[in-house]
């Protein structure tokens, strides 16, 4: 890298200062900086026809002026300018606020050239800019930058422009030859020309496209040398296990594996056996037999003779997994606990010291699981369900627990691909992409509010049959409070709409972790009928009885959400039912309805959640985790990454990408993130 562009701003001539005072505000602090600061859009200049613009959308279009421009004046300093202009065939009216000099511009028949908001009702632009044709040097396109403070557009497009012209030459390459000439990329240097200052659209998507490889790139040279180096610096332990026994096990289960659950645990067991440390995602659907994939995995470990852990997010699906582990492991002679925040004094103790001493076989349990008074005699496996809900923090504490433990990550938010290999790019996936046999699609429809009276009738048609039903409440994310007095309403009008017919149950999340059970208890074993609930019975919960699910608002939740959500009822032999109670208002509100009625399947529904909402809110803000692209989009250039990634493996792969100069670029980048240290490099 060149020495010249690290300086700081004030060594280009025409910035003081102050200015360079100013551009801290947007992070830009040296040359490079402010030469990798990307517009983030383009202003268009370009002429359109009228007939392809849309109502709203900003244009710039040429006429004659038709008629004599009327001018009026509300007050001192406010004027209105409506001027007639015939545009091809088309006679429009073009609005001009506070500009009435323009008048004078504007005899009859001057042609004209004017940017604007396009009225398509009113066959009106609102212009803020006009040229008189033909005479404009205008470029096409113009550089629209993020500013803050005392910056704006304009200056900062002057402040480019003097870096480009004094310390242009100093821009160097940092992709290898071979790449650059593979995907016909521009160098850096002409890059970061075009896409300061295009003259075409072609300018800036090839500058784009450039840019978007070389941030993937980098992005993922950094992901698999990470992986590599946990790869080889990690020594992870060797659980040598009976085959035969796990044979004997498995066939003792009460039904047969589906091929993919058969294929998931082989690539985990392969990797239990290795020395080298399992870093694994197992995604599945909803439904598609994680637990007895963990199960079976866990058997393993303990059969290796190490211990294994089982973290879930929420108390209520560590005691069901405590439950339903305990049934699979009790004819095995396993020892299985379960510790949450709620086991407290003495029994507290006694499982901490049971486990210290190696006498508990698997730990089942929520955080409390990797908090510092929790030691293991000796950790060989932790499994985590859910794990989207567990931050890269946790996840990070988790594998430094015990020697090195193997870890594998279980979700039932089927991850879209391109999220995979971006924010789990470190990460090895296993994939259970079938579901047991015999399994019934549950049935999903679309009702608006006013229809609840049927909604319920029809609700009430399941439980007549002894079946039962969840009713979810509508999230309100910014208030914990309104929530749950929303679950206290909802529940209040259907205990009175079913009388003594069902008994209604409440569940919410500011009841005590031992109230929570005992609705759920209650809700398993029937005595509650209907299950009122906010979304805290979304992860994992287990009621085969439960046929129907109402959810309110069903607009308010994304996909991915619903599909979780849904996942709760269509868990016996019976059919099931899902009613999306909901009245979008958009069009994307509407067709996210549509699809969530239409299809069954996960991953096509991340995919489109991803599609709809965009990679921030996939996650959730508060641990989305995911990496920031300057300007390369994870959905729409997908691609790319993908592209990028393979790339990078080969690279990272290579003799010549750790020794030759050609990579010197690439590998002083790893350097600068902290991968790479200095040794290394030789
Ligand atoms: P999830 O992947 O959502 O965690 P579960 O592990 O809870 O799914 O499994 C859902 C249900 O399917 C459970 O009742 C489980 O016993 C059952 N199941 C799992 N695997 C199979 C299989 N191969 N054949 C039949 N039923 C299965
Ligand atoms: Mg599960």
Known sequence: MSQEINQSVTAITGIGEETAEALTEIKVYTIKDLLEYFPYRYEDYRIRDLADVKHDEKVTIEGKVHSEPSLMYYGRKRSRLTVRVLVDRYLIN??????????????INTPITVTGKWDQHRQTITANEMKKAGNSQKKEFEPVYHIKGSLTVKGLRRFIQLAISQFGANIEENLPQDLLMKYRLLNRRDALRALHFPLSETDVKQARRRFVYEEFLLFQIKMQALRKFERENSKGISQKFENNKLKEFISNLPFPLTNAQKRVINEILTDIKSPVRMNRLLQGDVGSGKTIVAAICLYATVNAGFQGALMVPTEILAEQHAESLREIFNPWNIQCELLTSSVKGKERRRILEKLELGEVDILIGTHALIQDEVVFKNLGLVITDEQHRFGVEQRRILREKGESPDVLFMTATPIPRTLAITVFGEMDVSIIDEMPAGRKVIETYWAKQDMLDRVLGFME???????????????????EKLDVQNAIDVHAILTNHFHNRYQVGLMHGRLSSSEKEEVMRAFSENERQVLVSTTVVEVGVNVPNATFMLIYDAERFGLSQLHQLRGRVGRGSEQSYCILLADPKTEVGKERMKIMSETNDGFVLSEKDLELRGPGDFFGRKQSGLPEFKIADMVHDYRALETARDDAAKLIQSNNFWHSDEYQPLRSYLQLSGILTGEKLD
């Open 461 to 479: 048609k399941e439980l007549v049959k002894g079946r039962q039903a969840y009713v979810i409440c509508p999230l309100i994310e910014e208030s």
């Open 94 to 107: 073009v609005i001009f606020f506070n500009q009435p000099y323009l008048k004078n511009n504007m005899e």
